[in-house]
């Protein structure tokens, strides 16, 4: 890898993730999960509603979601999907920033998700007033951020990229001479810095869930399963990135474990991808990359808390009242739509299919 200098610039302590609430699965009594799932099945087609769910969360939505003809997918073809669909209602099973990408690309619809608690230490890590002073301190550079935002921010950028597009698009700008700023993730954009060599200023944002897995740990897995091959994905560190035979997002992850010949996989990722993972190809065993490494705490333990916030009975109650509806402002959507639709144009133009990318 060509790795270039770059200035980093710390974001001040309040932007910092302090709060990660502890992840709590929904519990289900015997019988619960057929009862939930016989009163939802109804109410989706009663209220022209189609369920789009993201690969973490829980195997019981990526399987209904499925099953009513919705979709499982990463955070950009969850929008798109629902852009697609004739659907009036969508409900968005992830984090908020899901919900209001969906709904800048589908402003004329009815987005709901069972939870507006659900969030992400990418967007937390990177509230848009201070973003903003951020971007203006740095008029000569082109805005560059991840999916992984808010809506004000992604308003603020020139860009917004997934993490399978982002070196791309890092390098036409490099080619083009310009500088950029990156946010939110530090450890992506530690990648497509060393990738690329273009010039980035990093924002100091990071995924709680990622930035726990060890190179350590993972060496230590590797040496007792040495036909396993190491998928990671690019919001984790660099120690860790750098043992991984594929860097990819979700979709390229799983698309991995469905093409390479090795009969087992070191995933770092969030778990709640193996539901998908295992559907692909059942017979290959999954290993989860250790989180904590010796004597450390896990904090996360490969799953993240916000995403386990969505279930059943969330959803049940979102079907049945109409909370939990996602607003974004017409005209920051507007705004936040022109940054996405460029890197759309951008991958059509480069002949990128647009399956696959992903904001996590
Ligand atoms: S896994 Fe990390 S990047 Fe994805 S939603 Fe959770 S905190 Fe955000």
Redesign the pocket.
């Known amino acids: 890898m060509n790795v270039m200098s770059t200035v980093s610039i710390p974001i001040p302590p309040a932007h910092a993730v302090t709060h990660v609430p502890p992840v709590q699965e929904e519990r289900l009594e015997p019988g619960e999960r057929e009862a939930l799932i016989s009163r939802i099945k109804p109410l989706l087609s009663e209220q022209d509603a189609v369920l789009v769910a993201h690969y973490?969360t829980s195997g019981d939505l990526q399987r209904l979601a499925e099953e009513t003809g919705g979709c499982v997918s990463d955070s950009l073809e969850m929008a798109r999907f629902g852009h697609a669909a004739q659907a009036r209602t969508l409900i968005v099973a992830g984090?908020r920033f899901m919900g209001e990408t969906a709904k800048i690309l589908n402003p004329e619809k009815r987005v709901l998700m069972p939870d507006l608690g659900a969030e992400?230490?990418?967007?937390l890590s990177c509230p848009a007033d201070a973003f903003g002073e951020f971007c203006d301190a740095h008029p000569d550079r082109t805005v560059v951020v991840y999916a992984?935002t808010s809506a004000e921010v992604k308003a603020r950028a020139d860009w917004v990229v997934t993490s399978s597009i982002a070196v791309k698009v890092a390098r036409h700008l490099k080619e083009q001479g310009r500088k950029l700023i990156w946010a939110p993730d530090r450890y992506l954009g530690d990648y497509v810095r060393r990738v690329t060599g273009a010039d980035m200023l990093l924002w100091q944002g990071a995924?709680?869930?990622?930035e726990r897995f060890k190179a350590e740990g993972i060496r230590a897995l590797r040496r007792e399963h040495p036909e396993a091959a190491v998928l990671v994905h690019p919001?984790s560190p660099a120690s860790v990135i750098d043992l991984a035979d594929v860097v990819g997002s979700t979709t390229q992850l799983i698309r991995a474990v469905g093409e390479l010949p090795n009969p087992s996989f070191i995933v770092a990722t969030?778990n709640g991808i193996f539901h998908k993972m295992h559907a692909v190809a059942p017979a290959k065993t999954l290993l989860e990359a250790p989180t904590g490494g010796h004597g450390a705490t896990c904090v996360s333990c490969a799953h993240?808390p916000?995403?386990a916030m969505n279930g059943l009975k969330k959803l049940l109650h979102v079907l049945e009242t109409g909370d939990n509806e996602v607003h974004v402002d017409p005209q920051v959507g507007a705004r936040a739509a022109r940054s996405i639709n460029r890197m759309l144009a951008f991958a059509g133009q480069a002949g990128i299919t647009v399956a696959g990318m992903s904001g996590?």
């Open positions: 973490y984090v992400c230490s990418l967007d992984n995924c709680v869930v990622h919001e969030d993240c916000w995403m996590d």
